[in-house]
């Protein structure tokens, strides 16, 4: 992430010579959580879990975490998983999400003072074109990295009861009195 947000640099290093460049704690939690999650098949019930207990954090309060190390422990995986739904819904925008993320860190190294809502309004058409706010927008891209894929492994108990459902056969009486 860092140098993605130093790559402007390279040929001017004057440009980030005496200033702190900070990655947003948002980024680098939301990243890892990604991988993590990934890594292991990408299961729908992970992201179905937290947005059923409607606890998801929105994107306003992602972006005010300063310090998430001093959250509690439940605070703390909430606000990794919320980090994570939110890269994974920006590097999934179209036409190009991942290029948009790149310019998006682009700015935040380079620019003095960067606003974020600014430049997600910038990089990502579907901030621009929101009607009824983030918020709608957010509980949106929840709700489908709920649902389960088709290429998701079910669970045991899952494939154990369509098993069921697929092998067992029912006969059942045409008439009452038979």
């Known amino acids: 992430i860092l140098e993605q947000m130093l790559g402007g640099a390279v040929d001017n290093p004057s440009l980030v010579e005496d200033r702190p460049i900070k990655v947003p704690p948002w980024l680098t939690h939301g990243f890892d959580q990604l991988i993590v999650h990934r890594r292991a098949g990408s299961p729908s019930a992970f992201y179905e879990g937290f947005f059923a207990s409607g606890q998801m954090l929105n994107p306003e309060e992602i972006f005010a975490v300063e310090n998430p190390e001093n959250l509690d422990p439940l ?3 909430l606000f990794r998983a919320s980090s994570a739904a939110f890269v994974k819904t920006l ?3 179209e036409p190009e999400g991942d290029a948009s993320m790149r310019s998006l860190l682009h700015d935040l190294g380079m620019l ?3 606003q974020l809502n600014v430049l ?4 990502f058409p579907e901030f621009r074109e929101m009607d009824q706010g983030i918020e709608k927008w957010w509980a949106l891209q929840l709700a489908m990295l709920g649902q389960q894929q ?3 492994y079910l669970s045991r108990a899952e494939t ?4 069921d459902e ?7 009486p045409s008439q009452e009195n038979e």
């Open 75 to 77: 605070s703390y995986d």
């Open 91 to 93: 590097l999934e925008q």
């Open 112 to 114: 003095e003072n960067p």
């Open 120 to 123: 997600l309004r910038q990089y």
């Open 150 to 152: 088709r290429t998701e």
């Open 160 to 163: 154990e009861r369509l098993l």
């Open 166 to 172: 697929a092998l067992v056969f029912r006969i059942l």
